[in-house]
């Protein structure tokens, strides 16, 4: 399994981005499909996930980002989107998606627990 993520960049406090993640090398819709966010000298932190067709596709969010940021997948793309809305500072970092196909419910917002992982790509928010 490959992930390539991009959509990243530079933005003013209250702009949007969309991040982009193309899945290749695996049946697409049978992987949980999360992103995760890092900052210097910080652990990698959950953001949001997507479930599987098995698991309903059902989303789940970290709750800081509730509200402003929506995970979705295009099945027939390959395609895992993170629409970050509303965007703060404090959302500054390097976004990494992830896939896995046998994480269980209870360790979806574990990092350590995704086999697959894609490059960063930066999002910088300035105030």
């Known amino acids: 399994v490959q992930l390539q993520a991009s959509g990243g960049g530079s933005v003013q406090a209250g702009d949007s981005l969309r991040l982009s993640c193309v899945f290749s090398?695996?049946?697409?819709?049978?992987?949980?499909l999360g992103w995760f966010r890092q900052s210097p000298g910080k652990e990698r932190a959950f953001v949001a996930v997507i479930r599987s067709s098995s698991g309903g596709n059902r989303a789940y969010y970290t709750d800081s980002v509730k509200g402003r940021f929506t995970i979705s997948r295009d099945n027939t793309k390959n395609t895992v989107y993170l629409q970050m809305d509303s965007l703060k500072p404090e959302d500054t970092a390097n976004y990494y998606c992830?896939?896995?196909?046998?994480?269980?419910?209870?360790?979806?917002?574990?990092?350590?627990?995704?086999?697959?992982w894609g490059q960063g790509t930066q999002v910088t928010v300035s105030s």
């Open positions: 090398g695996g049946t697409f819709s049978r992987y949980t």
């Open positions: 992830a896939a896995d196909s046998g994480i269980i419910l209870s360790s979806i917002s574990n990092h350590r627990q995704y086999d697959y």
